[in-house]
């Protein structure tokens, strides 16, 4: 069991945000699944994303990759918020009562919105309190403990957009409402989606900029501080990659000549996978390195979710000697479908 402030995710092991967790039915299988500690959902905005035919992911024909040209999901942060509460108010297949977090992604172009989606997201909270509070049943879990939020800082593939964490100046605006957000209530877990970082003093930025949110805790004199950021999820997919079709799975009719020769409409897209892997890697061991030395205890309870390239228990292990908590995949959930985390977790214990 891993503790990321008020969630708790048992076994460590979650779906990293992807076109797999798009809807009720795929986030229903996720949650059942007694081989997932916490389901994250699709990335959302508030009013749901215009998705077209170019949007969309192959994989490779020779490695466990994927290339992928999504944006954001279509469905909108309301639907989100409803299927959440369906999953946390109704028992799970096997008939017990809910008790896995739900890490709810999302992003916004301005702060506003993104106001306004964490308002929204804090009434979901406080309606499922009144139930736990009206239901009265001893032992059960309050459902609003159950829900965290992830800001996607870092999808590379949002046309005459940069993936904001890319410039982290840019997302301060964004982080000082979930500062905000987490200042007026503090039980809310608030994790950032980061980006492959590709040379060192980037991560000390990133890592330099989130503690700038931390705070002196009221009562420890001084001892203690608290920081609004509970997680990083590290990496997102490598932007600007390239497959050619006869690289991929597609098969030949599948490609158009419009797009001929390469795999992806869009042609250039986000790469995840084993060919991600090494990058995640090094991007998982360089936060964890700073972070754990870090002169703030706050900074020191960061907890890192380790992604990339997940395919396989050696990877998972991996992940962890590196210094992640907690391990996601998102191309082998595309690949093998939910059962890949019990394939995971048998081949992991071996
Ligand atoms: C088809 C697809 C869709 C994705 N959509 C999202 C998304 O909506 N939000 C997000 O934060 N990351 C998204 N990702 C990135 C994954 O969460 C993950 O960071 C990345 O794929 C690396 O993990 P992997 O090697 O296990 O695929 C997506 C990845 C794929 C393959």
């Given at each position: 069991m891993v503790q990321v402030h008020t969630i708790e995710i048992s076994p460590p092991l979650i779906n990293a945000s992807c076109a797999w967790a798009s809807d009720l039915a795929q986030l229903r299988e996720l949650y059942d699944c007694p081989y997932t500690g916490a389901v994250t959902t699709r990335t959302a905005t508030l009013n749901g994303f215009g998705e077209d035919d170019s949007n969309t992911v192959v994989f490779a024909a020779s490695s466990t990759s994927s290339l992928n040209s999504y944006g954001y999901s279509p469905h909108p942060l309301a639907s989100y918020l409803s299927w959440v509460h369906t999953l946390l108010t109704t028992p799970t297949a096997s008939g017990s009562t809910p008790s896995k977090p739900i890490i709810i992604s999302i992003t916004a172009a301005s702060s506003t919105v993104l106001?306004?989606?964490?308002?929204?997201i804090q009434e979901l909270r406080v309606r499922l309190k009144q139930i736990h509070h009206s239901n009265g049943a001893a032992g059960v879990i309050d459902p609003s403990t159950l829900v965290a939020v992830e800001l996607?800082?870092?999808?590379?593939?949002?046309?005459?957009?940069?993936?904001?964490?890319?410039?982290?100046?840019?997302?301060?605006?964004?982080?000082?409402?979930?500062?905000?957000?987490?200042?007026?209530d503090s039980s809310l877990t608030i994790g950032l989606k980061l980006p492959p970082y590709l040379y060192s003093t980037r991560f000390q930025e990133v890592v330099r900029d989130l503690s700038m949110y931390s705070r002196g805790v009221p009562?420890?004199?001084?001892?203690?501080?608290?920081?609004?950021?509970?997680?990083?999820?590290?990496?997102?997919?490598l932007g600007s990659s390239l497959f050619f079709a006869d690289q991929t799975t597609l098969p030949s009719s599948a490609t158009s000549s419009d797009n001929a020769p390469y795999a992806l409409p869009t042609q250039l897209g986000g790469l995840g996978g084993e060919a991600l892997h090494p990058l995640a890697l090094g991007n998982v061991f360089s936060f964890a390195k700073l972070l754990g030395a870090h002169s703030d205890p706050a900074m020191r309870r960061?907890?890192?979710?380790?992604?990339?390239?997940?395919?396989s228990s050696e990877a998972v292990r991996r992940m962890y000697g590196a210094g992640a908590k907690i391990?996601?995949?998102?191309?082998?959930?595309?690949?093998?479908?939910v059962k890949v985390f019990r394939y995971l977790t048998d081949d992991a214990s071996d």
């Amino acid at each position: 069991m891993v503790q990321v402030h008020t969630i708790e995710i048992s076994p460590p092991l979650i779906n990293a945000s992807c076109a797999w967790a798009s809807d009720l039915a795929q986030l229903r299988e996720l949650y059942d699944c007694p081989y997932t500690g916490a389901v994250t959902t699709r990335t959302a905005t508030l009013n749901g994303f215009g998705e077209d035919d170019s949007n969309t992911v192959v994989f490779a024909a020779s490695s466990t990759s994927s290339l992928n040209s999504y944006g954001y999901s279509p469905h909108p942060l309301a639907s989100y918020l409803s299927w959440v509460h369906t999953l946390l108010t109704t028992p799970t297949a096997s008939g017990s009562t809910p008790s896995k977090p739900i890490i709810i992604s999302i992003t916004a172009a301005s702060s506003t919105v993104l106001g306004e989606m964490l308002d929204e997201i804090q009434e979901l909270r406080v309606r499922l309190k009144q139930i736990h509070h009206s239901n009265g049943a001893a032992g059960v879990i309050d459902p609003s403990t159950l829900v965290a939020v992830e800001l996607n800082t870092s999808c590379p593939n949002i046309k005459g957009t940069s993936p904001p964490a890319y410039n982290f100046p840019l997302l301060l605006p964004l982080l000082d409402v979930l500062a905000s957000t987490f200042r007026s209530d503090s039980s809310l877990t608030i994790g950032l989606k980061l980006p492959p970082y590709l040379y060192s003093t980037r991560f000390q930025e990133v890592v330099r900029d989130l503690s700038m949110y931390s705070r002196g805790v009221p009562g420890s004199e001084g001892q203690d501080t608290a920081n609004p950021f509970a997680f990083i999820t590290s990496t997102n997919t490598l932007g600007s990659s390239l497959f050619f079709a006869d690289q991929t799975t597609l098969p030949s009719s599948a490609t158009s000549s419009d797009n001929a020769p390469y795999a992806l409409p869009t042609q250039l897209g986000g790469l995840g996978g084993e060919a991600l892997h090494p990058l995640a890697l090094g991007n998982v061991f360089s936060f964890a390195k700073l972070l754990g030395a870090h002169s703030d205890p706050a900074m020191r309870r960061v907890v890192i979710f380790g992604v990339g390239g997940v395919t396989s228990s050696e990877a998972v292990r991996r992940m962890y000697g590196a210094g992640a908590k907690i391990v996601g995949c998102a191309t082998m959930l595309g690949l093998m479908g939910v059962k890949v985390f019990r394939y995971l977790t048998d081949d992991a214990s071996d």
